[in-house]
């Protein structure tokens, strides 16, 4: 169900615990002044019959969450967003048809979100000036969008065609406000979008799963051609990728295992750091302070901060499922299970 009124609540983010090196989610009136998290408890989503999914931060702090509710139940979004401080407040969704999200991208001050309904692309943008979400143009003969990314103002995304055609490439140059022509992607006709990521408004990386594999291509063009890049046999999947310029960072699965994977040259070569868990997503702040979020074995929850090749395992309360996804802003994180919100600060080393 939706909820109209806002409603308030102080997540155990942000008290600074100086003796014991770890973070309490809790408030505090200056997140830049938080260390390194150790530990974190969750603070329940307000609707427990929606599952939460999808998640997205600022650069100035301010993150968005947003659950869909599945096939088995009458289709219905909801979201909440915290404030720099950590807390959760309860955020009104426009009126539309059966939504469904699937993507989210937030830059400096605003959020895209993306994804269906009935018969149409759908795109909301949250300001953080207004603490509200509207709708916003959507590029014409898309079914739905699958994936977005944004660097402040400039924005791609890639959607279905209609009638069963290719997915389509899109840019944007005023942070969704418009998009220009569509570019279909006939190479990736079929295949299911895992990754998208933009180093600048011409380079542009996408990654796609098909019936046997995972593949990468690249555009240096602004998506008018696309170039397949090699990557390592072993792997399966590429999630949670995000490329500022050239450096780019990413999830990448292997047959028994997930690993970190940094590039940068805008993909062609990479670094990797093997992970002890099973992550599932992936953020970093501009600082390169990164957040991994997962599961253990026997599905218990998994919560990691990544600094260069240290990772430090973020002890965990209050969260009785995987966590599903997390992003980052400039020293603020958030991750999600499917019924529970973290935020946590990061610090600067």
């Known amino acids: 169900m939706r909820h109209d009124h806002r409603h308030v609540r102080a997540t155990s983010g942000f008290v600074v615990a100086l003796a014991l090196g770890a973070v309490v989610l809790a408030s505090c009136s200056h997140p830049a002044a938080v260390t390194t998290p150790t530990r974190a408890s969750g603070t329940p989503a307000l609707s427990i019959s929606v599952p939460l999914s999808t998640v997205g931060c600022t650069l100035n702090d301010v993150c968005v969450a947003v659950g869909t509710t599945g096939a088995n139940a009458p289709i219905d979004a909801v979201a909440e967003f915290s404030t720099p401080k950590g807390r959760w407040l309860n955020l009104a969704l426009p009126t539309a048809p059966s939504p469904l ?13 993306g994804g269906s309904q009935p018969g149409d692309d759908l795109l909301w943008l949250f300001s953080v000036s207004s ?25 791609a995304l890639v959607d279905t065609g209609a009638h069963g055609g290719p997915p389509r490439f899109v840019e944007s140059d005023d942070g969704g406000q418009s998009w220009g022509a569509p570019e279909p992607l006939d190479f990736a006709t079929g295949d299911a979008v895992t990754a998208l990521a933009c180093g600048d408004v011409e380079d542009c990386a996408l990654g796609v799963l098909n019936d046997q594999s995972f593949l990468l291509y690249v555009t240096n063009d602004a998506g008018a051609t696309w170039q397949l890049r090699d990557t390592p046999s072993a792997w399966t999947d590429l999630t949670s990728l995000s490329c500022s310029r050239r450096d ?8 028994a295992s997930s690993v970190l994977v940094r590039s940068t040259n805008f993909t062609r070569t990479w670094k990797y750091l093997a992970l002890s868990q099973k992550a599932i997503a992936l953020a970093c702040t501009p600082s390169a302070a990164c957040l991994v979020a997962g599961e253990r074995s026997g599905n218990s929850p998994w919560l990691a901060l990544v600094r260069g090749r240290t990772v430090t395992n973020v002890r965990l309360r209050y969260v009785p499922t995987p966590l599903v996804a997390a992003a980052c802003g400039s020293k603020v994180c958030a991750a999600l299970g499917v019924t529970t919100l973290l935020a946590l600060g990061v610090q600067s080393p």
């Open 248 to 255: 780019c960072v990413a999830l990448a699965q292997a047959a």
């Open 131 to 155: 603490e509200s979400v509207r709708p916003t143009v959507v590029p014409a003969g898309g079914i739905g969008v699958d994936a977005l990314t944004c660097d402040r103002e400039a924005c």
């Open 101 to 113: 999200i699937d993507a989210m991208a937030c830059s400096g001050s605003q959020c895209l979100l």
